[in-house]
């Protein structure tokens, strides 16, 4: 079975650029997670999609951020522009149900470096 | 101050030593998980703890909720052990976790 798969691995772009982060979740998990990790801090939650449906979206830092989840399979994140402080790692993570019990898979993540 | 505090920050062991790493947390929570991020790797899953002890291998992992305090311990350490072990912590139904900054374990042979 195919784990979390994220594209690009890495992204290098400048300042004032746009650019879309891909994440292809484990076949029939309805839940897929947003998070990100900035240089020398912890890591972060960005959002929360139930199916297409955004759950829970307070994470996201500012309105440059657009997440989207169309049909309910693979996800979408979208930098634009760009700033500086975006440079991170962004993982997704996906889960089958909401259950206490339900286990959480992570993607290898993608290291963006905002120039 | 984060809600979720990890110690040591840095650990270095060598191999066959018994390891153990720390997490705190000021909050309530439904479950504790300790993750485990290898040098240029993906983030796995080792545990998700809501009360006791879980055991995997030569990992344990123990709660205690009253005190607001996890363990990571790891017997007979190995070199493949070297990574970054990450304690986060969940509040509610879902996968809002609060991560703690991490523990980097190196393990010398």
């Known amino acids: 079975e195919a784990g979390v798969t994220q594209f690009p691995s890495h992204s290098v772009i400048e300042k004032g650029q746009t650019v879309t982060l891909r994440c292809d979740p484990i076949s029939g998990h309805d839940n897929l997670y947003w998070y990100r990790r900035v240089m020398g801090k912890e890591i972060k939650f960005l959002l929360h999609f139930v199916k297409e449906s955004k759950q829970d979206e307070s994470g996201m830092p500012n309105n440059r951020f657009l997440a989207e989840r169309t049909g309910g399979t693979y996800s979408t994140l979208k930098v634009q522009p760009a700033e500086l402080e975006d440079s991170g790692v962004y993982f997704c993570?996906?889960?089958?149900?909401?259950?206490?019990?339900?286990?959480?898979?992570f993607g290898s993540g993608t290291q963006l470096s905002v120039l | 101050k984060n809600e979720v505090e990890q110690s040591p920050q840095n650990l270095t062991a060598q191999e066959g030593e018994f390891i153990t790493i720390n997490c705190s947390y000021s909050v309530g929570i439904s479950a504790l998980h300790w993750l485990q991020q290898h040098p240029g790797g993906g983030i796995v899953s080792l545990f998700m703890?809501?009360?006791g002890k879980k055991k995997h291998g030569r990992l344990i992992a123990t709660i205690n909720i009253q005190e607001k305090h996890s363990s990571l311990h790891i017997t007979a350490s190995h070199p493949r052990d070297s990574a970054v072990y990450i304690c986060a912590v969940r509040r509610g139904s879902n996968y809002k976790l609060t991560f703690g900054k991490g523990t980097l374990l190196t393990v010398n042979p």
């Open positions: 703890l809501s009360s």
């Open positions: 993570a996906s889960s089958q149900g909401y259950i206490n019990q339900e286990k959480l898979f």
